[in-house]
């Protein structure tokens, strides 16, 4: 293993490419797939993993915002980009970066009919959201004549797709809900297309989505965490690889008396005499108090060290007392040794939050 010195992200592309396959063979061969790309791909890397991706011959990316959208253009991204969330106030910038709106109210699409016929745009494309039960964004149903009216009325944009989200996907308790917004969606897609005349791609799928409800994939489906190698699922996550592997080093070993204590605060007080590992990570680089006061744990040489005392920003002690190590030596916060879903499991959270939350001021190593 290479010794990093630092604390670093390892970005494996390998294993990006290994998820993409594994989830293309669980679709239909014509399937469209949108990769979302979203907070910096889960965390890791933008640039490199839609490259990646690109290369790997993905149909679409997802992004969250539009200044997420103008890094991958800048970046030679030209695959077609998805913005699920944009302002209005971003119109302008979005259209000259030919990016794709999600139009989800009112307001948004009225703004947008107005950018895009000042910018004299004919069919521009766009995706109209419709909410069918997270209550999040999005259309309801009952907006349907409206809304088509309003689009047929013009030429400047022209509906590219119709997508709903499902708010448990993941959740084997909630198939009737999520059975429940599927037929809502079958029928918003209905009624959408006769009311326009013509049939857009369609898309409700997220990675859980895929795994559970494959007969819902229509002609697209959207994919986030499982190309990063969780699944929400023990069973599916065997069958993916982690891209993210986020590793430290020992920067000081302490020998504690008992009595005395541990960090700011005097998080920990030391019931018996215990020896410390102080890492060079801390909350700003992701790693948030509820880590701290022994939740979760690292790894080094291959044994458990809690996390000691409260999480500093820019280091945490951890307890080494039966691990046999030194200052100098390699720390896992997570990886093959651990996975992220294990440490975010002791704080009560989730893959997704951990891998969103490693910071920009961690080194990146990309992996081909
Ligand atoms: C983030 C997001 C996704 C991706 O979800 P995963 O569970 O990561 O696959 C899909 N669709 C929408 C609307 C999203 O916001």
Do not use: W
């Amino acid at each position: 293993m290479t010794d990093l010195g630092e604390t670093t992200l390892e970005i494996d592309l390998g294993a990006l490419a290994h998820n993409y396959a594994y989830l293309k063979k669980r679709l239909h061969k014509d399937t469209l797939f949108l990769a979302v790309v979203k907070a910096f791909a889960y965390g890791s890397d933008m640039v490199s993993v839609a490259t990646k991706l690109q290369e790997l011959g993905v149909d679409y990316f997802a992004v969250a915002y539009v200044k997420e959208g103008v890094l991958l253009r800048d970046a030679g991204i030209t695959v077609p980009i998805l913005v699920l969330h944009p302002q209005p106030k971003n119109f302008g910038e979005l259209i000259d970066r030919c990016l794709e709106p999600s139009v989800y109210a009112t307001r948004v699409l009225d703004a947008f009919i107005a950018a895009a016929t000042q910018k004299k745009q004919a069919d521009y494309p766009v995706h109209v959201k419709f909410n069918t039960g997270l209550n999040r964004l999005g259309f309801k149903a009952d907006a349907i004549p409206g809304i088509a009216e309003k689009i047929r009325a013009q030429k400047a944009i022209k509906v590219k797709s119709l997508l709903s989200h499902l708010a448990a996907s993941d959740d084997r308790d909630q198939t009737e809900f999520t059975q429940g917004q599927i037929t809502k969606f079958r029928e918003i897609i209905t009624r959408m297309s006769s009311a326009l005349g013509y049939l857009p791609i369609c898309h409700l799928l997220n990675t859980s989505g895929v795994l559970h409800y494959p007969e819902a994939q229509f002609t697209m489906v959207r994919s986030g965490i499982g190309l990063y190698g969780f699944g929400n699922d023990a069973n599916i996550d065997q069958m993916l690889r982690p891209v993210a592997r986020l590793s430290t080093v020992i920067s000081q070993i302490h020998h504690i008396a008992k009595g005395e204590s541990v960090g700011y605060n005097h998080g920990h007080i030391a019931q018996n005499p215990m020896i410390t590992a102080t890492l060079p990570i801390g909350h700003a680089d992701g790693i948030g108090r509820q880590y701290g006061r022994g939740r979760a744990a690292v790894v080094i040489n291959g044994k458990q060290a809690p996390i000691v005392g409260n999480v500093c920003m820019d280091m945490i002690m951890v307890d080494v007392t039966h691990i046999n190590c030194e200052e100098g030596d390699s720390v896992v916060i997570f990886g093959a040794e651990q996975s992220a879903e294990q440490f975010a499991h002791a704080a009560d959270t989730i893959s997704y939050e951990i891998l969103t939350a490693i910071s920009q001021r961690v080194s990146r190593r990309i992996i081909q």
